[in-house]
Nanobody, 116 residues
Framework: QVQLVESGGGLVQAGGSLRLSCAAS????????MSWYRQALGNKRELVAS???????NYAAPVKGRFTISRDNARNTVYLQMNSLKPEDTGDYYC??????????WGQGTQVTVSS
């Protein structure tokens, strides 16, 4: 199994920055892709960014050029650097680990609120 713990959320003004962290533990070697998702109130959960074990990254169109996903293998942590934040970035942000043999694992989420 894989355990994921997110941190770094909070309240920030529009134009500001936040860095989210997702610390993974457990069957780390089974992880194939790490992703960040977000869910705004009343909306479906949507993919924000992902990074593979080969450091191949992918971004949703609304965040491209503003958000950066990265990983620190020594700390088993994935980060989401969020710059130029907008009110529409507000939501609960979740970390997901896709594994080779055990499916997906989710963290508990961290809340991001961007005020205008």
């Amino acid at each position: 199994q894989v355990q994921l713990v997110e941190s770094g959320g909070g309240l920030v003004q529009a134009g500001g920055s936040l860095r989210l962290s997702c610390a993974a533990s457990g069957s780390i070697s089974n992880i194939n892709v790490m992703s960040w998702y977000r869910q705004a109130l009343g909306n479906k959960r949507e993919l924000v960014a992902s990074i593979t074990i080969y450091d191949r990254t992918n971004y949703a169109a609304p965040v491209k050029g503003r958000f950066t996903i990265s990983r620190d293998n020594a700390r088993n942590t994935v980060y989401l650097q969020m710059n130029s934040l907008k009110p529409e970035d507000t939501g609960d942000y979740y970390c997901k680990a896709n594994t080779y043999y055990e499916g997906d694992y989710w963290g508990q989420g961290t809340q991001v609120t961007v005020s205008s």
